[in-house]
């Protein structure tokens, strides 16, 4: 898989994404990403990528052309289709579903805006899909465009040694993760959950599936609503997660 980012700041993006487990994976020559500062492609001597927006307002817009030249360059050096996200706070909020879909793709461009926007022109020309990490604003797309590109790649085949690496993670089967221990078994008075000792594996299991359960319906209930937890197995584990819940209600009650 091939990601190229389209930014004014390139260089604020290598160390992040050539380091750890993307760094592996691209000398292993799994995945490839490549920046390209924007500033290349001005036809201006000033190098100049923003001006005044039509109908007056604060601040500046990032002009079509310069993004349009990079893109093009882009697209030609790929080789292929190519699939552009721009990175907007007007964008649907990005999910791990969103991940698991573009991993499947062979080029992505990830466009980064900054000052007050791009060139509507441009998005409705070259760009395929507008994505937001959330309800607020960032100064440019940069951290966006690492969050996106870190998250796509990670589902990659080849990139991580085995599926079970984000199998159990959250978000991935509509779950948030269970809580994870390690050494020491007592840590400030803190003692792990005996279970975890147990050699039992499905007992494990089981408890770990309770586990997302309660943290999910706890801390994500749009989450929890939307799980189908119609098996036999889930509905015991509901059954019980019940009778533990009453239990710690009484023994509130009493003490």
């Known amino acids: 898989m091939r990601i190229d980012i389209l930014t004014l700041f390139p260089e604020t993006l290598g160390d992040v994404l050539c380091e750890s487990i993307l760094g592996r994976a ?3 020559q799994i995945i490839r990403i490549e920046t390209h500062q924007i500033r290349d492609y001005t036809a201006n001597k000033q190098n100049q990528v923003d001006d005044y927006p039509y109908g007056g307002g604060r601040g500046a817009v990032m002009t079509a052309d310069p993004l349009y030249r990079c893109w093009e360059a882009v697209c030609d050096e790929a080789g292929g289709p190519v699939h552009t996200i721009y990175l907007s706070p007007c964008g649907h909020t990005f999910r791990q579903a969103d991940a698991i879909r573009l991993s499947k793709l062979d080029n992505l461009v990830l466009v980064c805006g900054h000052y007050e926007g791009i060139d509507q022109r441009f998005i409705d020309e070259c760009v395929d899909e507008e994505i937001s990490l959330g309800d607020f604003v960032l100064t440019g797309g940069e951290i966006a465009a690492m969050a996106v590109a870190d998250a796509v790649c990670r589902m990659v085949p ?3 040694a085995d599926p079970e690496c984000f199998e159990d993670e959250s978000h991935f089967n509509g779950l948030l993760e269970y809580p994870q221990y390690t050494r020491p078994a007592v840590w400030h008075g803190r003692q792990i959950p005996q279970i975890l000792t ?5 007992k494990v299991r089981q408890w770990r599936r ?5 943290r999910t319906r706890e801390r994500r209930p749009d989450m929890y609503e939307q799980l189908d937890l119609s098996s036999k197995a889930d509905q015991k584990l509901l059954k019980e997660m019940a009778e533990e819940d009453a239990l710690e209600a009484q023994q509130r009650e009493t003490e």
């Not at 309770?210 to 309660?214: G, N």
């Open 210 to 214: 309770k586990q997302a359960l309660r």
């Open 158 to 160: 080849g990139v991580l």
């Open 198 to 202: 147990s050699g039992n594996h499905e």
């Open 26 to 28: 691209q000398e292993r």
